[in-house]
C-alpha cells in the first residue's frame, strides 16, 4: 500500500512503541511555565508529555501515531495523564495541546470534563484544516463551557493569518523560529511588532516560545510581548513552579529610565504618556499601576497595568484616587486595611500610593500605585519621579477624544423609547447594549424595590446561562464597586488580576466585559453586564457611548415600571386586590382567534343580607376574606398556563384561564365554590358558579355569555347549593342555555 504523502510509514516496530504509549501509566506530564515578561510572575502552564517506557523521542510519537491511525489515541492518552495530575495553582492558566480531528472524538469531551478550569487548547498552525466553519463551531461549544484556545506554532506552519482572523483565539503562540535571534534581526522585529500591535487592537495576547537568552527576552520586553515561555524561564518540570521565574532577568534601571524618556518622547497624546509611565512602573516588578486624568467631573482612567478591570469614571470624592486630587497631596497606605476610603479593587493589597498629577500648575488627575507587598522607599522614589515626568510632558500634548459611534446610540435610543412595558425596555436594553459593544452576549441585573434582592430579569447570547449563573454575592460584589464609578471593564491583562464579581465570568468563558450601573434620577437601581465570548478590545471609544446608553436604560426601565403599576393598578380592584370590571374585559380581549381560554363565573347568593344585618364595612371584610380564598386556591391548584381572578361587580367574581378544557375549567369552579363557602356559610350566605371553555370558532363574548348563562342556572337551582359540600356536578354543568345574561354594571 502506497503511504500517503507527508505521512511517514510506520515499521512493524515504530508501531508497536506508539501502542506501548497507550497502556496505562506509560506517559507522564511535565510543565512549563508561561511567564509575564513585565515582571516575571509565572501564568500558566504548557503541559507536555514524556515517557520512561517508549524508546522513541518524544518528537516522533504523533507523526507515527498519524501513520498508525492512532492520533486520538494517543492525544487522549496525553490528555488523561495530565487530568491526573491535578490542577495547577489558583489564578493560573493550564494549555494543553489538541487537534481539531480530536476534538470531534466522542471520547474528548469526557477527557476535558476531567481537567482543570482554565483550560487552553493549543491548536497547531501547522495542522491543516479542510472545513474551517465546522472548526469555529467546535470551538464555540468548548467556549460556552469556559475553555478558550490559543494558535500554536504561528510562524512555523501553513503561515496563515488569515486562520487567526477566522478564529480570534484567545492567545497566539509565536514559533521558536521567529523568536531566535529577534533581538539582531530587524525583519523579525518589524514582522512581531505587527503582530504585537493587531492582538492589541483585537483582544489577543501574545506568547513568544523558545525563548532562551536574555537579550531576547528584553527585545520582548521593549515591544510589549507580554507573555513568553522557553529555557531562560523555565524548563519543563513534573511538577508546577510557583512564584516568579527563575533566571528572571529584570531589565538594569538605567536602562528602562532612558527607555522611559524615549517613549515620553515620543508620545503623540497624553493616553500614549500615560501608557509609557504604567509600562515602565509595571516593569519594576510588583506594583500595579493606574493613571486617571480628570474629564467632565469624572476621574477617567488613562492606562493600567496587572489587573483584568478597569474602575472608570471615578467620582473625584472617591477612594485614595479622588482624596489625592481633591486635595492635591500624596497618599501612602502602609497598609490599606487601616484606610476606610480605600477602594478594593483586588483581594489581597497589602499598601497604595497614590500622587496628584499636576499640569501647567493645576492638578489635572492622579497617578496611583497598588503592591501586594509593602512599598519600599526605592519605589516611593521612582513613583514620585515618573508622576513628575508624566505632569511635565502632558503639558504639551492634546487630549485624546472618544470616537461616539452616535448612529449606532441613536438607534437604541429610538429603540428604548418606543417601548411599551419593562420587557420590551429591558430588551431594548440588551440589544443596544451588543450592538454598540460589538459583543455578543448582556445581562440586566435589577434591584428589587420591596425585598431589596438582586435578580436578572433577562439575559442574551451565548454566555447569557453564565451571566444568569452569577451567584448573589458576585453581583453585591459587583454592586459594590460600581457605587462610585460610571464603569468597569476588562483590560488587555487577560493573565492580571480580578475581583469576585467578574472572575466567575471569566471562568465561564467572558474574554472581554463591561459592567455599567444603572440609575434613575439619583438612585441606583440596577447593573448592565456586556461580555464577549471572542477577544475584544475595550476601550474609552467603546465604554463612553456604553455610559450614555446605561444612562438612558436605567430611566427608561423605571419610566416603563412605573407605566405598568399605574396601568395594573388602575385594572385592580382597590378593596379585594383582584382584578376590576375593566381588567377582565380587557384580558378577554386580549386572547387572539386560536386561544382556547377558559372562563368561571361567580356570585356571591344573599349577600344583600350580609350588607344590611352587619354593615358594609363587615360586608367589604366579608369580600376581602373571599378573595383570599380564592387567591389560596390558585397557589395549589394548577390548571393551565395563568389563571387570573377579577371582581367584576358588588358581589359578582369570575377567574380566566389561559388555556383550559372542560374538565379543567369544571374542577376550577367546584374547587372555588367549595373553598369560599368556607367563609361565607357562617356569614347566612353561599355562592353560585357557572363555567365555559371555549370551542373552535366560538367568540369571545359568547363565551362570556355561556358561562353567565350556567352560573344564573346554578342559582335558580338550588339544590346544587347542598350545605355538605358535594362536589358541582350533574345536569347543569353540562348545560347550554342561550339566554342572555344580564347586564352587567
Known amino acids: 500500500?502506497?503511504?500517503?504523502?507527508?505521512?511517514?510509514?510506520?515499521?512493524?516496530?515504530?508501531?508497536?512503541?506508539?501502542?506501548?504509549?497507550?497502556?496505562?501509566?506509560?506517559?507522564?506530564?511535565?510543565?512549563?511555565?508561561?511567564?509575564?515578561?513585565?515582571?516575571?510572575?509565572?501564568?500558566?502552564?504548557?503541559?507536555?508529555?514524556?515517557?520512561?517506557?517508549?524508546?522513541?523521542?518524544?518528537?516522533?510519537?504523533?507523526?507515527?501515531?498519524?501513520?498508525?491511525?492512532?492520533?486520538?489515541?494517543?492525544?487522549?492518552?496525553?490528555?488523561?495523564?495530565?487530568?491526573?495530575?491535578?490542577?495547577?495553582?489558583?489564578?493560573?492558566?493550564?494549555?494543553?495541546?489538541?487537534?481539531?480531528?480530536?476534538?470531534?472524538?466522542?471520547?474528548?469531551?469526557?477527557?476535558?470534563?476531567?481537567?482543570?478550569?482554565?483550560?487552553?487548547?493549543?491548536?497547531?498552525?501547522?495542522?491543516?484544516?479542510?472545513?474551517?466553519?465546522?472548526?469555529?463551531?467546535?470551538?464555540?461549544?468548548?467556549?460556552?463551557?469556559?475553555?478558550?484556545?490559543?494558535?500554536?506554532?504561528?510562524?512555523?506552519?501553513?503561515?496563515?493569518?488569515?486562520?487567526?482572523?477566522?478564529?480570534?483565539?484567545?492567545?497566539?503562540?509565536?514559533?521558536?523560529?521567529?523568536?531566535?535571534?529577534?533581538?539582531?534581526?530587524?525583519?523579525?522585529?518589524?514582522?512581531?511588532?505587527?503582530?504585537?500591535?493587531?492582538?492589541?487592537?483585537?483582544?489577543?495576547?501574545?506568547?513568544?516560545?523558545?525563548?532562551?537568552?536574555?537579550?531576547?527576552?528584553?527585545?520582548?520586553?521593549?515591544?510589549?510581548?507580554?507573555?513568553?515561555?522557553?529555557?531562560?524561564?523555565?524548563?519543563?518540570?513534573?511538577?508546577?513552579?510557583?512564584?516568579?521565574?527563575?533566571?528572571?532577568?529584570?531589565?538594569?534601571?538605567?536602562?528602562?529610565?532612558?527607555?522611559?524618556?524615549?517613549?515620553?518622547?515620543?508620545?503623540?497624546?497624553?493616553?500614549?504618556?500615560?501608557?509609557?509611565?504604567?509600562?515602565?512602573?509595571?516593569?519594576?516588578?510588583?506594583?500595579?499601576?493606574?493613571?486617571?486624568?480628570?474629564?467632565?467631573?469624572?476621574?477617567?482612567?488613562?492606562?493600567?497595568?496587572?489587573?483584568?478591570?478597569?474602575?472608570?469614571?471615578?467620582?473625584?470624592?472617591?477612594?485614595?484616587?479622588?482624596?489625592?486630587?481633591?486635595?492635591?497631596?500624596?497618599?501612602?497606605?502602609?497598609?490599606?486595611?487601616?484606610?476606610?476610603?480605600?477602594?478594593?479593587?483586588?483581594?489581597?493589597?497589602?499598601?497604595?500610593?497614590?500622587?496628584?498629577?499636576?499640569?501647567?500648575?493645576?492638578?489635572?488627575?492622579?497617578?496611583?500605585?497598588?503592591?501586594?507587598?509593602?512599598?519600599?522607599?526605592?519605589?516611593?522614589?521612582?513613583?514620585?519621579?515618573?508622576?513628575?515626568?508624566?505632569?511635565?510632558?502632558?503639558?504639551?500634548?492634546?487630549?485624546?477624544?472618544?470616537?461616539?459611534?452616535?448612529?449606532?446610540?441613536?438607534?437604541?435610543a429610538t429603540a428604548l423609547v418606543a417601548a411599551r412595558d419593562p420587557g420590551q425596555t429591558i430588551a431594548a436594553v440588551l440589544a443596544g447594549a451588543v450592538e454598540l459593544a460589538e459583543m455578543d452576549s448582556a445581562l440586566v441585573v435589577l434591584r428589587d424595590p420591596a425585598t431589596g434582592e438582586l435578580r436578572a430579569p433577562d439575559a442574551i447570547g451565548p454566555l447569557a446561562r453564565a451571566l444568569r449563573a452569577a451567584g448573589t454575592d458576585e453581583l453585591e460584589d459587583l454592586w459594590q464597586r460600581l457605587g462610585p464609578l460610571s464603569s468597569c471593564y476588562s483590560s488587555p491583562e487577560t493573565t492580571g488580576r480580578c475581583f469576585v464579581g467578574t472572575e466567575a465570568l471569566r471562568r465561564a468563558g467572558a474574554r472581554a466585559t463591561v459592567a455599567l450601573p444603572l440609575s434613575a434620577g439619583q438612585e441606583r437601581t440596577g447593573i448592565l453586564i456586556v461580555a464577549s465570548a471572542a477577544p475584544r478590545a475595550v476601550g474609552p471609544d467603546l465604554v463612553e457611548p456604553l455610559e450614555l446608553l446605561a444612562v438612558l436604560a436605567g430611566s427608561c426601565i423605571e419610566a416603563s415600571a412605573s407605566v405598568l403599576a399605574l396601568r395594573d393598578e388602575a385594572r385592580r380592584d382597590a378593596l379585594t386586590g383582584l382584578g376590576n370590571h375593566s381588567g377582565f374585559h380587557q384580558t378577554i380581549g386580549e386572547f387572539g382567534p386560536d386561544d382556547r381560554p377558559a372562563v368561571v363565573m361567580l356570585d356571591i347568593d344573599r349577600f344583600k343580607t350580609v350588607n344590611d344585618g352587619r354593615g358594609h364595612l363587615h360586608g367589604d371584610q366579608v369580600l376581602r376574606a373571599t378573595a383570599h380564598a380564592m387567591r389560596d386556591v390558585l397557589r395549589s391548584h394548577r390548571l393551565g398556563p395563568v389563571t387570573r381572578l377579577f371582581r367584576i361587580g358588588g358581589d359578582e367574581l369570575a377567574a380566566v384561564i389561559d388555556e383550559s378544557d372542560a374538565r379543567g375549567a369544571a374542577s376550577l369552579a367546584g374547587t372555588l365554590r367549595r373553598a369560599t363557602e368556607l367563609v361565607l356559610e357562617p356569614e347566612g350566605a353561599g355562592m353560585s358558579a357557572g363555567w365555559a371553555a371555549r370551542e373552535p370558532g366560538e367568540s369571545l363574548l359568547d363565551l362570556v355569555a355561556r358561562a353567565d348563562a350556567v352560573l344564573y342556572a346554578d342559582k335558580r337551582r338550588g339544590q346544587l347549593r347542598s350545605h355538605d359540600n358535594r362536589s358541582v356536578t350533574g345536569d347543569v354543568w353540562r348545560a347550554r342555555i342561550g339566554s342572555q345574561p344580564r347586564r352587567r354594571v
Open 1 to 412: 500500500m502506497t503511504a500517503t504523502i507527508g505521512r511517514p510509514r510506520a515499521r512493524p516496530d515504530h508501531d508497536e512503541s506508539v501502542r506501548l504509549l497507550l497502556r496505562q501509566g506509560a506517559i507522564r506530564p511535565v510543565f512549563q511555565p508561561v511567564v509575564r515578561v513585565t515582571d516575571g510572575e509565572i501564568v500558566g502552564y504548557e503541559a507536555l508529555s514524556r515517557s520512561d517506557v517508549c524508546p522513541l523521542p518524544t518528537a516522533a510519537w504523533f507523526p507515527l501515531a498519524r501513520a498508525a491511525d492512532l492520533t486520538a489515541d494517543l492525544e487522549l492518552a496525553c490528555l488523561e495523564a495530565i487530568a491526573g495530575h491535578g490542577a495547577p495553582p489558583p489564578s493560573t492558566t493550564l494549555f494543553v495541546n489538541l487537534s481539531t480531528a480530536t476534538l470531534r472524538d466522542p471520547r474528548a469531551a469526557g477527557v476535558l470534563d476531567r481537567l482543570p478550569d482554565r483550560l487552553v487548547i493549543e491548536l497547531s498552525e501547522q495542522e491543516e484544516i479542510d472545513d474551517m466553519g465546522r472548526v469555529r463551531r467546535d470551538l464555540e461549544a468548548l467556549s460556552a463551557r469556559g475553555i478558550r484556545f490559543a494558535i500554536d506554532d504561528t510562524g512555523a506552519g501553513h503561515a496563515n493569518l488569515q486562520r487567526i482572523v477566522d478564529l480570534l483565539p484567545e492567545y497566539v503562540k509565536l514559533d521558536r523560529k521567529l523568536i531566535d535571534g529577534i533581538d539582531s534581526d530587524r525583519v523579525r522585529q518589524a514582522l512581531v511588532a505587527a503582530l504585537v500591535a493587531f492582538a492589541r487592537e483585537t483582544g489577543i495576547n501574545i506568547i513568544a516560545e523558545g525563548v532562551e537568552r536574555r537579550a531576547e527576552l528584553h527585545w520582548l520586553q521593549a515591544a510589549g510581548v507580554p507573555l513568553a515561555q522557553g529555557f531562560l524561564l523555565g524548563r519543563p518540570h513534573p511538577a508546577f513552579p510557583e512564584g516568579e521565574s527563575h533566571l528572571w532577568a529584570v531589565p538594569d534601571a538605567a536602562v528602562t529610565a532612558d527607555e522611559l524618556d524615549d517613549r515620553l518622547g515620543r508620545a503623540r497624546s497624553q493616553r500614549e504618556a500615560c501608557e509609557a509611565v504604567v509600562d515602565h512602573l509595571f516593569r519594576q516588578g510588583g506594583l500595579m499601576p493606574s493613571i486617571y486624568l480628570e474629564a467632565a467631573g469624572r476621574l477617567r482612567c488613562q492606562a493600567q497595568r496587572g489587573l483584568w478591570q478597569v474602575l472608570d469614571g471615578m467620582s473625584p470624592d472617591a477612594g485614595i484616587t479622588g482624596q489625592a486630587f481633591r486635595t492635591g497631596a500624596a497618599v501612602l497606605l502602609e497598609d490599606v486595611r487601616e484606610s476606610a476610603d480605600y477602594l478594593e479593587a483586588i483581594p489581597g493589597v497589602r499598601s497604595e500610593l497614590c500622587l496628584p498629577v499636576v499640569i501647567d500648575g493645576e492638578v489635572r488627575g492622579a497617578l496611583n500605585v497598588e503592591s501586594l507587598a509593602r512599598l519600599n522607599d526605592e519605589e516611593i522614589d521612582e513613583v514620585e519621579r515618573c508622576t513628575r515626568l508624566l505632569g511635565d510632558r502632558l503639558a504639551g500634548l492634546p487630549m485624546e477624544g472618544t470616537r461616539v459611534t452616535l448612529r449606532r446610540l441613536a438607534r437604541s
